[in-house]
């Protein structure tokens, strides 16, 4: 069945836009971002699953934000720097390893649903257990895809250290 | 759970749209946390207010706009900027196929009058290409590509460029929160409107805003057989003076002329 774009909007658009205002901190790239989100719902309608279109169109939230920050030439700089921080900030009660600026070089290699993945644990603060949730995936999945991120960027850092 | 609750349960509770036993943990951290009970209300209230602000009548329309036109919302490039030409270094002898061949397609019209008077400067012929309009803006020396319902303020030094792959015909107006249609191409109501076609092509002259509120809309009406100008202009004005069709609506126009329209919204920030 087709999807109603004015009734998802009038349910979720606030949401979305809530979400992209956080990320990107700028009205009109997150109004930009936000209509980008539902253009994406609508193609890709006949090949959405699960019961709970907020879960979905929040991660397609962050994923279309993340991909914004990284796109664009004229505000990256400064944009990018901001969610590094947000990210480096929120990954104290961890250990800061994301206090490099490669980290959106880094993001670049990784899987949408990983960045997606650190954003929730790194930005919004989540656990290992309400990001699986999320996902619809074990704990162990998910600490095995921090695992293998962290290494990643561990190594990383040793190399641009020599 | 973590501490605080992250928004993204927040959003989902409120919308109802948890599994039970997760709506059962937050009802119960809602009792005991008022600041967390804050939170929900004031989500409620965003909620509000982002629906006044961006009514979801409007914004389906944008939505539906960008998916089904997405004239030039080009979501596969993602560098949406381009080189502002200089006439000192880009318009050397031979320049317009050096700078086709080079894909910078973009270049002041008002510094090159001379290079295609009143017929607009072809940049480059691109695969993919779609009929349909550009809308740039100059922006600290570079040409900014302005998406659908980007916004754009009083003064800004807009450059249209047009692409119509097989229609030879067109015409290239605009209509403003104010009720105002304006013709942009030809260059007045009694020229032929002949177009290039499969190119990338801009216009002579660039456009300053004006101080009209809301919305500047621009259309690209393009035939197979000549086209009046003054017809679409009278459509044009027609739908202008409908503020509330005027940003979503098709001009009243035979079907057989074909419609493209990007809308530029107007910011109030200065």
């Known amino acids: 069945m087709a999807i109603d774009v004015a009734a998802h909007y009038q349910t979720y658009g606030p949401m979305v836009l809530r979400r992209c205002r956080f990320l990107l901190k700028q009205e009109e790239r997150a109004l930009d971002a936000m209509q980008e989100v539902f253009v994406r719902l609508l193609t890709y309608q006949n090949r959405l699953r699960g019961d709970y279109p907020s879960s979905l169109l929040y991660r397609m939230a962050t994923n279309v934000c993340l991909n914004l920050i990284r796109s664009s030439k004229h505000t990256a700089v400064n944009d990018s720097e901001e969610i590094i921080a947000s990210i480096a900030s929120a990954a104290e009660h961890d250990k800061p390893i994301f206090l490099n600026a490669w980290l959106d070089h880094l993001f670049r290699q990784e899987k949408p649903t990983t960045k997606e993945m650190m954003v929730m644990l790194y930005v919004d603060g989540m656990t290992l257990e309400e990001v699986a949730e999320a996902f619809g995936m074990s704990v162990s999945g998910v600490r095995k895809r921090v695992r293998e991120f962290k290494t990643r960027v561990q190594a990383l850092k040793e190399y641009e250290h020599v | ?270």
């Open chain 2, 1 to 270: 759970m973590s501490n605080p609750l992250s928004d993204y349960w927040l959003e989902r509770y409120a919308l109802d749209e948890l599994p039970q036993a997760k709506r059962e943990e937050i009802r119960i951290l809602l009792q005991a946390d008022p600041g967390l009970q804050q939170r929900l209300r004031e989500l409620t209230q965003s909620n509000d207010a982002i629906l006044r602000h961006y009514p979801a009548t409007a914004m389906a329309d944008r939505i539906r706009e960008r998916q089904l036109g997405g004239t030039t919302a080009d979501r596969t490039v993602p560098n949406t900027h381009v080189t502002w030409a200089r006439p000192g270094w880009m318009f050397p002898a031979g320049t317009v196929a050096v700078a086709a061949a080079l894909a910078l397609w973009i270049m002041p019209a008002w510094l090159l009058p001379q290079l295609h008077p009143g017929a607009g400067l072809e940049i480059t012929r691109l695969k993919g290409m779609e009929s349909g309009l550009t809308i740039y803006r100059q922006h600290q020396g570079n040409a900014e590509l302005l998406k659908p319902f980007a916004f754009a303020r009083h003064g800004d030094l807009l450059q249209i460029a047009y692409v119509s792959l097989t229609e030879p015909y067109g015409v290239i107006i605009s209509i403003d929160g104010r009720g105002t249609a304006t013709l942009h191409f030809p260059e007045n109501n009694q020229t032929a409107s002949k177009l290039q076609i499969k190119h990338k092509t801009l216009l002579p002259k660039a456009y300053e805003l004006d101080n009209a509120p809301g919305f500047e809309r621009f259309f690209l009406i393009t035939s197979v057989t000549p086209i009046s100008p003054l017809d679409i202009l009278r459509a044009a004005r027609t739908l202008a003076q409908t503020p509330h069709l005027a940003k979503t609506e098709s001009l009243p126009l035979n079907r057989n002329l074909h419609q493209y329209s990007v809308v530029i919204q107007k910011s109030e920030r200065q």
